[in-house]
């Protein structure tokens, strides 16, 4: 019956606050879940309870209209609860956070962060699958093809967006913007991108600018390409 | 004291903690005297020996030797319980009734499990659904073939939350429960994954229909579609891409195109019949019928709008098909029409000459399988064979063809034709055109070849 209760509160909890702000608040009285309790034995022949029904998060019902796609139900997002999780960022600089970082800067990021799995000259760790970043310029036609950031990427956002979402394996997302863009500096300079000179410096406007070496190198589904239709 | 300390993970797997959990709490109900209409003597053996103290005793295989309440055997395989085989079970009563503590758990003589392809991560690994020794089109939700880049999250669900927002009228965010109260809607289709194969471009490289074709499943899915959501927040004019992205920790983002979103694409919370398995995403998923698994985006947090696509690893260094010339096909997301003969199929061995069932799987991303033909003599002479109704688009379709073995050398082949015309092409047809370097998107037609002894082998033929 206590368990009920309790859910039934984090329930209200939920559908007055949100659940970012019901979760913080049970932390502070007891532990996060990790399991489900079994389903609570009810009525004189101990039938197990049913699931109970699902509780909207919004705050005012307002008008219900199915037809209309008006469920009441949901709640709208603010932009500080979009910006907590909205990292991605686009080809044309579009999502790219403020910061900057130097290709020194990233190269002590490298070394500190980065070269354990992907090794000191980038050249990577098939051992443990850490794929070599940079080389393979030219070899795309090649019978075995070197496919590195270098060789292959389109575009420098995408190596800035992967390394901030998922980098380094032991710690994803442990990166702060400054860093990721001084390793980008770093990786793209020993990749003969941009200069290699200490100083250079990626930023929101720069990092938008690189031009990668196979830019051009990718076409749309032409399929299908193969065999006969009856 | 916290119910998970009391089995602790160092010594038992989930599944063992769940069943002693259970167990204990079954066993605790009858001694609080839980009222019971009818003594029954059913009780007696409830717990066949095993009682709360050998459990917490630990140092035994809980889902093993402790029915037999002898001394350890070899543990039961995953999902199943060892239970004491009866010497003729008419004679005496079986077990009772939810010993498995409430959810059932398979045959202690069934042993097929996923494999995993030897990937020098575990992190991020594939593993392969037994294909073989599947029947019908759905494949159990604990065969269901795998790939993680990051692992697999455990999140609980009253903390999940997927946002809607970007080229938006008006942003928002759905709890779990918000999700599960708008309409839904159940489909059955395949999720195949686009590397489904690529050890077989060169040259016979696995063994079995798990390694080479292991790589696609088929279950019921429901949840809301996609095109709910997306009408409820409204799409901005000239919204043509929709970022979707998971919470594991490769925050794993694909750019789909909106014409797919408002199409047949759904963000679905159940899998034949349940919550979502852990590693399929729970607890929300999109799927996006006939599109290549990569997209049908796990543990799914958010999905942005906007103009243009994002372009992410996914997208660009990974899932691109790089062809002869050096140039690489971007958003290659259908998945053609493809079949494969799951039985009889490699590192089988025929016991005999004589009548065999051939039976396999055909599926098209592109809608329904209209014809399926099977050569038994490498390709030379076809025959159409029975298509298990209902044939449903985007779905596994089981083909069946009556065959006899003389004995004598076979080449096994299944072609199939789609909806649309499209005729399932031979491995050199797509060698002509993609070259060898294309790593993803092998739909070609499968060999297997059947020696005098009856054993069976991969080959290209």
Sequence with gaps: MFTRKL????????????????????????????????????????????????ASSAQ??????????????????????????????????RGLPPGQGTYAEGEEVYSQTCAACHGADLEGNKDIGAPKLIGGRGTLTDAKPVKTVESYWPYASTLFDYVHRAMPMNAPGSLSADEVYAVSAYVLGRADIISDDPDTTLDADTLAKVKMPNADGFVSDPRPDVGATK | MPRNKRFSASRYGPTERHMAESLVEIERQMLA?????????????MFNGLTRRNMLA???????????AGQATADAPPGAFEHRVQPDPTKEQGRTILDDGGYGSRSQFENEVRWRYPTASLDSSWSMTPLASG???ITPSGLHFERHHAGIPAIDPKTHELIL???????????????????????????????????????????????????????????????????????????????????????????????????????????NGEALRAEQGYPLRLLLPGYEGNTHIKWLRRLEVSDKPFMTREETSKYTDLMPDGMARQFSLEMEAKSVITFPSGAMKLPRPGFYEITGLAWSGRGKVTKVEVSTDGGATWREAALDGPVLPKCHTRFRIPWTWTGEEAVLQSRTVDETGYVQPTLPELVDVRGLNSVYHLNAIQSWHIAQDGEVTNVHA
């Design chain 2, 135 to 137: 029947h019908g089109v």
């Design chain 1, 7 to 54: 859910s039934l509160l984090c329930t209200l909890a939920m559908a007055a606050t949100g659940p970012g702000i019901a979760q913080e608040n049970s932390s502070e009285s007891e532990p996060p879940r990790t399991v489900a309790e079994l389903p609570e034995r009810i009525g004189e022949y101990d039938e197990r309870a049913p699931m109970q029904p699902p």
């Design chain 1, 60 to 93: 005012s019902v307002g008008d219900i209209n199915p037809d209309n796609l008006e469920f009441g139900v949901g709640q709208p997002a603010t932009d500080e609860q979009i910006a907590r999780i909205d990292i991605d960022a686009m080809p044309d600089g």
């Design chain 2, 165 to 271: 927002h970007g080229m938006v009228d008006e942003p928002m965010r759905f709890t779990m429960d918000d999700i599960k109260r708008l309409p839904a809607v159940s489909r059955i289709c395949f999720i195949e994954c686009s590397g489904n194969g690529l050890t077989e471009w060169d040259e016979p490289t696995l063994k079995t229909v798990q390694g080479t074709h292991g790589l696609t499943s088929t279950s019921e899915w429901t949840g809301v579609r996609l095109s709910t959501l997306l009408e409820m927040v409204g799409l901005s004019d000239g919204a043509a891409w929709i970022l979707a992205e998971g919470a594991d920790a490769a925050v794993l983002t694909r750019s789909v195109p909106i014409d797919k979103a408002m199409d047949d694409a759904i963000v679905a919370y159940a899998q």
């Design chain 2, 33 to 45: 005297g839980a009222p019971d209409k009818e003594d029954c003597e059913c009780k007696e053996g």
């Design chain 2, 58 to 68: 630990g140092g035994i295989a809980l889902g093993g030797a402790a029915f037999t």
